[in-house]
């Protein structure tokens, strides 16, 4: 596996994961479940989003290297607050900087990885996820949008974002298992999903390949 890091604020690309752990630290992601148990009783909704939430749509089962937590940017005083046990640092770009306590986050920071301490490992990233009037809008193309108690679905007591949403996410340039992932999961996607997600790429990514295998399976119901 390679990663980006920011090596003495210079942008070092392809990084070994050796060096990138020497850098920064190492993953240890949680599971959805375990993610569960962290925010069980907040006041804030949030959803398990990239490879676990396609993973329960009917994707292939792979080792995880992250796990992607999706959350309302409107909510980060929240979520600062029930997460005040742990470190928060911002990721863009390929580099990390520490959001420290009274620090604002920075403008087009979208990801914060989360860990309890120097000595941990990272357990999570929260994909701050941009609102208004109580829709969800997709950061990419505003005019696609959701509301937002229609944006996930609970599986096993666990939120989750819904197929379509997670595939829509994976649309931009999709790699070799986000392919597989759209293949094992379009099988699986309901009717309304299938229209919903063509729509979204219609409007987002035109003439984006996926479009026309989402029509094919419409014409087989």
Same mark, same amino acid.
């Given at each position: 596996m390679r990663r980006v890091g920011l090596c003495?604020?210079?942008?070092?690309?392809?990084?070994? #994961? #050796?060096?990138?752990?020497?850098?920064?630290?190492?993953?240890?992601?949680?599971?959805?479940?375990?993610?569960?148990?962290?925010?069980?009783?907040?006041?804030f909704p949030w959803w398990i989003a990239g490879g676990w939430a396609a993973e329960a749509s009917g994707a292939?089962?792979?080792?995880?290297?992250?796990?992607?937590?999706?959350?309302?940017?409107?909510?980060?005083?929240?979520?600062?607050?029930?997460?005040?046990?742990?470190?928060?640092?911002?990721?863009?770009?390929?580099?990390l900087r520490p959001l420290l306590p009274g620090d604002e986050l920075r403008p087009e920071r979208e990801g914060l990885w989360v860990?309890?301490?120097a000595e941990s490992p990272w357990v999570c990233d929260l994909l701050l996820t941009r609102s208004r009037d109580g829709q969800w809008v997709f950061k990419r193309d505003e005019r696609v949008s959701l509301p937002l108690d229609q944006l996930?679905?609970?599986?096993?007591?666990i939120p989750y974002l819904r197929p379509s949403v997670v595939l829509l996410h994976k649309a931009k340039a999709p790699r070799d298992?986000?392919?597989?992932?759209?293949?094992?999961?379009?099988? /699986?996607?309901?009717?309304?999903? /299938?229209?919903?997600?063509?729509?979204?790429?219609?409007i987002a990514h035109p003439d984006h390949p996926w479009s026309a295998?989402?029509?094919?399976?419409?014409?087989?119901?």
């Open positions: 003495q604020d210079r942008l070092v690309d392809e990084l070994s #994961e #050796e060096d990138f752990q020497q850098l920064y630290g190492r993953w240890q992601p949680f599971t959805p479940r375990e993610v569960a148990d962290l925010f069980d009783g907040a006041e292939p089962a792979r080792k995880h290297e992250d796990t992607d937590i999706a959350v309302l940017h409107d909510d980060l005083p929240a979520i600062r607050s029930w997460l005040s046990g742990f470190h928060l640092w911002e990721a863009h770009a390929g580099s860990r309890r301490n996930g679905r609970t599986i096993d007591g298992k986000d392919q597989q992932d759209f293949e094992g999961m379009l099988p /699986r996607l309901a009717n309304g999903e /299938r229209v919903w997600l063509g729509e979204a790429l219609t295998r989402l029509t094919e399976a419409l014409g087989h119901l």
